[in-house]
């Protein structure tokens, strides 16, 4: 009898593809070298930041092992990658060694996102009023 896949599965293998996908995105930006990084629109138009101002420099900051400038360009980034590298390796090994019930086992809760959007949300808050302030 075939075990029906709960939510959690479904996340799983989407957190798993999209890992996959990036890695091989890292390796042609290695490869091939690196590509412009594009302004923001919403910065070049109205002057303020918008939640994902600076997510693409803090990737490559992090790529390239420089967690504190990955941290200062956006540190929503670091958090989604240290969330995910948790929840894929607890979970992975718990299919391994068939212990899915461990308290040990990150599962999929919309906390994390509720997390990750207040990282997003603050850091374009506060980036907006440095700038306000500094100007």
Known sequence: MKKEKSYNDYVYISVVITIIILIIAYIVYILIG??????CIIYEKFGIYCPGCGCTRA????????ILASIYYNPTVLYTVVVLTIYVISTTLAKIFKKENSKYV???????IYIGIFILIGTCIVKNILVTIHN
């Open 34 to 39: 690196k590509p412009p990084i594009f302004n």
């Open 59 to 66: 990737f490559i900051s992090l790529m390239n092992g420089k």
């Open 106 to 112: 990150l599962k999929y809760s919309p906390i994390y």
